[in-house]
Antibody, heavy 119, light 107 residues
Framework: EVQLVESGGGLVQPGGSLRLSCAAS????????MSWVRQAPGKGLEWVAN????????YYVDSVKGRFTISRDNAKNSLYLQMNSLRAEDTAVYYC????????????WGQGTLVTVSS | EIVMTQSPATLSVSPGERATLSCRAS??????LAWYQQKPGQAPRLLIY???TRATGIPARFSGSGSGTEFTLTISSLQSEDFAVYYC?????????FGPGTKVDIK
């Protein structure tokens, strides 16, 4: 069974940092692009970042460029999101998702981890 | 950035009835459109990609159609487990963008 399990969320003050992790199992992790997608409380979905299979290409939504860094460790079947200079508007559930084989649709998704940025 | 809109915002349907959800793109996305279902407290689940291809394990009562800027998700006979929020997403242009969602609730 394909499974994605996020961890690392929590309460952080504005300007602070947090590192999210996503543990993948049930598929050949190193063969897929991976993504982070977020959802603010009671709101819709927003794609955040993508990373290529070997980590050589990374893409971000404009609102997080220069503050967030996506990375992966294929030996550990793990995806990461380092979030720095956090703002209140970054408050959301962050989902790890496997990207479609050739296109930017997302399947499956992890259960999500909540990041709350507040003083 | 392509803006996705969905209508209606809320759709009230009785079990067993047909539900028709609409999604519109601000410019053509060809057939590069996906639909997701999200239940309260759960992650989204992929239903449809390529505008009309059902994802693995998705029941045949879910069908997608459309191309260009106008798309439709049809649930032929609503089951109790289908009451949820449905999102469309385009992946034709960068960045990938989602619609605001349609909530399907019990009439």
């Amino acid at each position: 069974e394909v499974q994605l399990v996020e961890s690392g969320g929590g309460l952080v003050q504005p300007g602070g940092s947090l590192r999210l992790s996503c543990a993948a199992s049930g598929f050949t992790f190193s063969s897929y692009w991976m993504s982070w997608v977020r959802q603010a409380p009671g709101k819709g979905l927003e794609w955040v970042a993508n990373i290529k299979q070997d980590g050589s290409e990374k893409y971000y939504v404009d609102s997080v460029k220069g503050r967030f860094t996506i990375s992966r460790d294929n030996a550990k079947n793990s995806l990461y999101l380092q979030m720095n200079s956090l703002r209140a508007e970054d408050t959301a559930v962050y989902y790890c998702a496997r990207r479609g084989s050739a296109y930017n649709w997302f399947d499956p998704w992890g259960q999500g981890t909540l990041v709350t940025v507040s003083s | 950035e392509i803006v996705m809109t969905q209508s209606p915002a809320t759709l009230s349907v009785s079990p067993g009835e047909r539900a028709t959800l609409s999604c519109r793109a601000s410019q053509s996305v060809s057939s590069n459109l996906a639909w997701y279902q999200q239940k309260p407290g759960q992650a989204p689940r992929l239903l449809i990609y390529g505008a009309s291809t059902r994802a693995t394990g998705i029941p045949a009562r879910f069908s997608g159609s459309g191309s260009g800027t106008e798309f439709t998700l049809t649930i032929s006979s609503l089951q109790s487990e289908d009451f949820a929020v449905y999102y469309c997403q385009q992946y034709n242009n960068w960045p990938p963008t989602f619609g605001p969602g349609t909530k399907v609730d019990i009439k």
